[in-house]
């Protein structure tokens, strides 16, 4: 069975950088998708950035301060968030899903970035 690990979280000023990671451990096969989601106090879980057959995709409101970057070897998803906003502050979580469109999701890491 496939499970995540969040690490990387913590609080920073605006304008900071944090790495978010992502491990997964267990059975991995049939793996084709993998990225980050954010959830704020009151809204819902929104989509940051996503692998898929190789191509990444961004949220409009992170694309070109956000990168994420994967190690197949590993089975590790990064986040490397520069240029913090404190609207970037959420709970912020990893998605692994497969070819049959099972997900997998981490328990969450926070991130909180303060003006």
């Known amino acids: 069975q496939l499970q995540l690990m969040e690490s990387g979280g913590g609080s920073v000023l605006a304008g900071e950088s944090l790495i978010l990671s992502c491990t997964a451990s267990?059975?991995?096969?049939?793996?084709?998708?993998m990225g980050w989601f954010r959830q704020s106090p009151g809204k819902t879980r929104e989509m940051v950035a996503m692998?898929?057959?190789?191509?990444?995709r961004y949220a409009n409101s992170v694309k070109g301060r956000f990168t994420i970057t994967r190690n197949m070897e590993t089975m590790t998803i990064n986040l490397q968030m520069n240029n913090l906003k404190p609207e970037d502050t959420a709970v912020y979580y990893c998605?692994?899903?497969?070819?049959?469109?099972?997900?997998?999701w981490g328990p969450g890491t926070q991130v909180t970035v303060s003006s």
């Open positions: 998605k692994f899903s497969n070819w049959d469109a099972e997900d997998t």
């Open positions: 692998l898929g057959n190789g191509v990444a």
């Open positions: 267990g059975s991995a096969f049939g793996i084709n998708n």
